[in-house]
């Protein structure tokens, strides 16, 4: 029987290129994306001209009564849920000082509330058939914190500290939890950096490039093939950080 999943942000960048692998091994997919529409059908005609089927589903996952709406569109259709990708995420790049009480919940919901909700959410139909893989996007500053991304560390250090616990709870019901920490990835989030400093960063890493969404794409590969692996935060990141 195939597996069907969840895909948060996965209109553009890794969450794009994570619906696509996973959609390319037979699994199928529900992309959710909230803004980027034409991205999104953009991702399902690249698809359909491989014959491959994918769901594009709209929905803000900042909020719960979307949430339930998207997950209960996937039980509808497929009956299951059996592996969730919590990636969709935003940044914000500024002084913590000039911080506000806004950036704080928009960037808390939207990257570590969405993880919480999403998972409660699938959570209980992956419990009634004993299997169940669920994968956090984080982040590198999540790991180590990063300067002028106050809130968008602390929101990815949330994941990695959900993944742990849910981890440790969910495991006699064999459903795994971890993280993927992405180094620098060549996405739209990433844009404002300038190619000087991409290249100062190249030479920062041992593996000497910048990583692409599909580095991130082939772990997610991985874990959801793995039977295990769960509790972890993976770093994949070219050696830039090494703990």
Known sequence: MQKVAIVTGASRGIGREIAKTLARKGIKVVANYCKSEESA??????????????????????????????????????KKVDILINNAGISEYKLFTDETDEDWEKIINT??????????????????????????????????????????SVSKAGMDGLTKALAKELGPSNIRVNSIAPGMIRTEMNAKW????????????????IGLPL?????????????????????????????
């Open 41 to 78: 059908k953009s991702l399902k005609d690249e698809l359909q001209k491989e014959n491959i089927s994918i769901d594009i589903k709209k929905a803000d996952v900042s909020k719960r009564e979307e949430i339930k709406k998207l997950v209960e569109h996937t039980l509808e259709k497929y």
């Open 111 to 152: 990257n570590l509330y969405s993880a919480f909700a999403m998972s409660q959410e699938v959570i209980p139909n992956m419990i009634h058939n004993k299997n169940g893989c669920i994968i956090n996007i984080s982040s590198a500053w999540g790991v180590v914190g990063g300067s002028l991304e106050v809130i968008y």
């Open 194 to 209: 300038t190619e000087e400093e991409l290249n100062e960063l190249k030479e920062e890493t041992p593996l000497g490039r």
């Open 215 to 243: 580095d991130i794409a082939k772990c997610v590969d991985w874990l959801v093939e793995d039977n295990f692996t769960t509790g972890q935060v993976i770093s994949v990141n070219g050696g830039w950080i090494i703990t």
